[in-house]
């Protein structure tokens, strides 16, 4: 007689895994549609589609859908925010990351979507910088990504440098790859008398301007437009801030890091914060997967942990002091090198 076989593993991680995009598609939609604006006190499902002008009954399924993947909570038959949502998905509030998250999901797309055929083929035959979309889109995301430095990855820069040994002594900073450069202003701002500089590409600089004007920084701040891998980044500064924006110069790092390092002054500093791949380039997790689509599109960008501290020392770095830290977005490898 034929046995039943002998199974010792469970697939609910599997099935976990296979459901996991309902709640990404949950989460997005709910950005979508505005649905976390209303859900700042109670309200019944039916008050929520009013409001929305939405499909009653498909609301009332939508909303429990949203309260299965602890977005948001039901209690009596009212839903309401949960502290994380109220906190970064409100429009109304500058931590909003509803547009950031939209526009990555869809900067991930195109490769997830077809992600067979480019594990078949590789990446496609043209200039991977192709992929990595126009200047207009990078405006538009840095834009977004405002929001994600003010939710505390501005402060958490802040922390990190106020603790230098050098850091009252210093007069001039350059945020490298600064994007909206809030973490230059916020570091800036921190310190009775240094100003700063930041550098990206133009049109991401001129999203920067809007913000110092903003913060009536404009005394203090300058910026500087261009390609950190063949223009000027200038020179005289006492520290060199760099969050997530060495990647473009990943395959050939030495060449910029030497020019970070001639543009420190005598005993100037340079911090990198940057996540750092381990385990045979498998963790953390978060960095694998968020970065897996413009890998299979040719621009495999992540470190390896200790990349950059390595490539410090290489270009003249008298030390480099190196920890990991918790970051908004899992962990993060902190380089400081001093000239």
């Keep these: 007689m034929k046995k039943l076989p002998e199974v010792n593993e469970s697939f609910e991680e599997l099935y976990r895994m296979l459901i996991a995009p309902i709640k990404s598609k949950l989460l997005l939609a709910g950005i979508e549609l505005g649905v976390f604006n209303?859900?700042?006190?109670?309200?019944?499902?039916?008050?929520?589609?009013?409001?929305?002008?939405?499909?009653?009954?498909?609301?009332?399924?939508?909303?429990?859908?949203?309260?299965?993947?602890?977005?948001?909570?039901?209690?009596?038959?009212?839903?309401?925010?949960?502290?994380?949502?109220?906190?970064?998905?409100?429009?109304?509030?500058?931590?909003?990351?509803?547009?950031?998250?939209?526009?990555?999901?869809q900067m991930w797309d195109p490769a997830l979507n077809d992600m067979s055929r480019?594990?078949?083929?590789?990446?496609?035959?043209?200039?991977?910088?192709?992929?990595?979309?126009?200047?207009?889109?990078?405006?538009?995301?840095?834009?977004?990504?405002?929001n994600y430095e003010l939710a505390g990855v501005a402060q958490?820069?802040?922390?990190?440098?106020?603790?230098?040994?050098?850091?009252?002594?210093?007069?001039?900073?350059?945020?490298?790859?600064?994007?909206?450069?809030?973490?230059?202003?916020?570091?800036?701002?921190?310190?009775?008398?240094?100003?700063?500089?930041?550098?990206?590409?133009p049109a991401i600089i001129k999203v920067a301007e809007t913000f110092i004007k903003d913060y009536e920084m404009e005394e203090r701040m300058d910026v500087l437009a261009g390609d950190y891998n063949c223009d000027s980044i200038s020179e005289g500064y006492d520290l060199i801030w760099a969050?997530?924006?060495?990647?473009?110069?990943?395959?050939?790092?030495?060449?910029?890091?030497?020019?970070?390092?001639?543009?420190?002054?005598?005993?100037?500093?340079?911090i990198s914060?940057?996540?750092?791949?381990?385990?045979?380039?498998?963790?953390?997790?978060?960095?694998?997967?968020?970065?897996?689509?413009?890998a299979l599109m040719g621009q495999d960008m992540c470190f390896d942990q200790g990349e950059i501290a390595d490539s410090m020392l290489r270009v003249g770095f008298k030390s480099v002091r190196s920890r990991t830290l918790d970051a908004l977005r899992g962990t993060a490898d902190l380089d400081i090198g001093r000239k």
């Design 273 to 294: 914060f940057c996540e750092g791949l381990a385990h045979e380039r498998t963790k953390t997790d978060f960095v694998v997967l968020s970065m897996m689509s413009f």
């Design 38 to 105: 209303r859900l700042s006190e109670p309200r019944s499902a039916n008050a929520v589609a009013g409001a929305l002008g939405t499909h009653s009954e498909n609301t009332r399924l939508f909303l429990d859908g949203l309260a299965a993947s602890d977005l948001v909570v039901k209690r009596n038959r009212l839903y309401q925010n949960t502290p994380v949502t109220q906190a970064l998905l409100m429009e109304d509030r500058s931590t909003f990351l509803g547009q950031m998250f939209t526009i990555q999901a």
């Design 118 to 146: 480019l594990v078949k083929e590789g990446p496609p035959q043209h200039s991977p910088e192709a992929d990595m979309g126009s200047e207009e889109m990078w405006a538009q995301f840095t834009v977004s990504m405002a």
């Design 156 to 201: 958490q820069a802040v922390d990190i440098v106020s603790e230098l040994p050098e850091f009252t002594s210093f007069e001039k900073m350059l945020d490298l790859g600064g994007g909206p450069g809030l973490v230059g202003i916020a570091i800036v701002a921190s310190h009775p008398r240094m100003k700063g500089v930041i550098f990206d590409r």
């Design 243 to 270: 969050s997530n924006a060495l990647n473009f110069a990943r395959h050939d790092l030495d060449s910029l890091m030497k020019k970070i390092y001639d543009a420190l002054n005598p005993g100037g500093v340079f």
